[in-house]
């Protein structure tokens, strides 16, 4: 089963500009900058898609993400390291979400810390998306406006659209 990435670039315009995951990995593995986007935090559609044997395409992920680029354009390595960091300390407390938090070691301090990471990630590397917005990112990438999106989305942003499946959509910030 074909699995493939697609970037799209919110514009200061809010226009949304498709850059190529060839282009985007070479900045990331800090093989060939995007003198572009240097120095500046930009908007950042990502997407997975997959498809079977002669089927159209379909949504698997989508994020809305701030990615920061160092003087030169490439992606920005302790801002990177930040995020991934804001993740790992996101999920501290799943330990303690199989039952009661009170009384469990250390499950007090280590919901506080997730939460406060959670926030931290939200605030520093995710952004959220207007209804046109998410409209156009499916229009980009080819796909049903009535398609469920695999994300968190407040539902009021995406009218028309079904509700996430059994267990919902997570907000994904890569």
């Not at 850059?19 to 559609?45: H, I, M, Y």
């Not at 997975?48 to 354009?73: H, I, R």
């Not at 209804?131 to 796909?143: G, I, K, N, S």
Request: aromatic share 6%; with cysteine; hydrophobic share 40%.
């Amino acid at each position: 089963m074909p699995v493939w990435r697609r970037y799209l670039v919110r514009e200061a315009s809010g226009h949304l500009t498709e850059l190529s995951s060839r282009l985007f990995d070479r900045a990331e593995d800090r093989v060939a900058p995007l003198p572009d986007f240097a120095g500046q935090c930009v908007d950042v559609v990502s997407a997975v898609l997959v498809a079977e044997q002669g089927q159209n395409p379909t949504l698997a992920e989508m994020s809305f993400t701030k990615l920061y680029f160092d003087a030169v354009g490439f992606v920005d390595r302790g801002k990177r390291d930040r995020m991934i960091r804001l993740m790992l300390e996101s999920c501290e407390d799943r330990r303690c979400r199989s039952g009661p938090v009170t009384g469990r070691s250390g499950c007090d301090d280590a919901v506080r810390r997730a939460g406060r990471a959670r926030a931290r990630l939200a605030s520093e590397f995710g952004w959220q998306p207007k209804p046109a917005e998410v409209t156009e990112v499916l229009h980009r990438l080819d796909l049903p406006v009535s398609s469920s999106i695999p994300f968190a989305v407040p539902p009021a942003l995406v009218a028309g659209v079904p509700p996430h499946p059994a267990g919902g959509g997570r907000s994904r910030l890569h």
